[in-house]
DNA sequence: GACGCGCCTTGACGCAGATCAAATGACAGG
DNA sequence: CCTGTCATTTGATCTGCGTCAAGGCGCGTC
């Protein structure tokens, strides 16, 4: 699945790898070529520190980077989880307003920020699939607003795996076949500062909601759900969670 | 100062405006001329339901209006609050995301959305503009994101009040003088459903902040500032406040 | 002036989740 | 096999904010 190479060619990758895809139906893919490459990160790595020169945008490959707030007290919420196709950056802007870090090996595919802000000037698709991509993380954005100011810790722990189960069908070609299963790719910790809680909080109402039946544990990690209605009603949302199914 | 009326012409506006001014500076005026058009509210009215159909995009001339999720059960959340000049609506999504509510008289100037979107196809900086537009929201709400998940109910207000002093000083040109004052917008409720808090829980912080002398209120809705990096340290922040000042 | 109606403030009390602390399990390296 | 490290779980206690309730203030209307 997530079986990309440093070497991938940019024509491997329709789904996962949107910003260079958009222009690799296009007759301009040499000059996409010409200003690209790839970057390698290990779990645990910081891509770039909040209010660092930043010096390229790009996308994630393989693996999954978190963005972070950090308070001086020590304070961290997570306010960006990017998957395989997620764009990186900000044209237009010098400075990084977080810090980026992979929480898994990670490949990026990067380009230098001055050419790829002129590519976008003289290239119409770009800035309009890019103001697409915006518009969803900025949708999410907001869902995830409600899930903190609004949601109990139960709550917070429902939706977020359903989030990250829709996320990941959503990379996927394929049906999911038999129950529905989710890799949570985030530590306890992590997954605290995603939702605003404490970790022990975090593995408290994971307990619970394991307890009552509404999901089952395969190691810490994996996690599958017998019923998704009973997920979906335990999240507290008013929608139907994305159409997940 | 917010003295437009429902007949103002595009290029009274200059900043109030700027998803029309983007065109205004440019040979195509009449295009967007041709297919604009305003709408009044009254403060209270609901401009659209979430998951009506959005005929329509737009931004927000003169007033206030709010972006807000509700749950089944009443409980709300703001996410996102529109002042003179922000741009409203989605092209390329069918329906609304959130109700979106007039909490002052309010003027909007709109495109229905196809002869919109049309002329985005054919004219590249509208989605420039645009995304350069949604990218600065994008920030706001991951600020946003480390106020809902992270800070105490005290920090909150204090950044509130530095949040919304700093949008309405952009939206003025000269610079304040004398004592910094802020009009805060919204009632004690709304100010609660904007920071996930209760409206009881907002005003025994208000009532703190001016007994400590953070603040010292005028009425219930006017604010002034002594000493506002007092303010921007209770706001808990590590950064400067987005240069208030 | 008296009334009603929003909006706001203040007080008393309870609880969800934070904090502090300790135990358990999973691994990797020696 | 032992040991150190790190992630996780679980328990005991504390506390910030929610909840419930009462009352104040400004303002328009009769």
Redesign the interface.
Known sequence: MQDHTVHVQCSDCPIRHRAVCARCESDELSHLEQIKYYRSFQAGQTVIWSGDRMEFVGSVVTGIAT?T?????G???M??LLLPSDFVG????ATA??DVTATTDMVMCCFRKKPFEDL??TT?HI??R???M??D???A??????L???KTAREKIASMITIIARREASLRSRKPKGMLTVDLPLTREEMADY??LTLETVSRQISALKKDGVISLEGNRHISIPDLDRLLEEA???SDGGMLV
């Open positions: 963005l707030h950090t308070l001086e007290d304070r961290r919420q306010v960006g900000r044209p237009g802007r307003a977080y976008m000037a119409p800035a309009q890019l103001l697409e915006t518009l993380e900025l949708d954005a907001r869902e995830w607003m409600l903190l100011g609004r939702l605003g507290g949302d008013d």
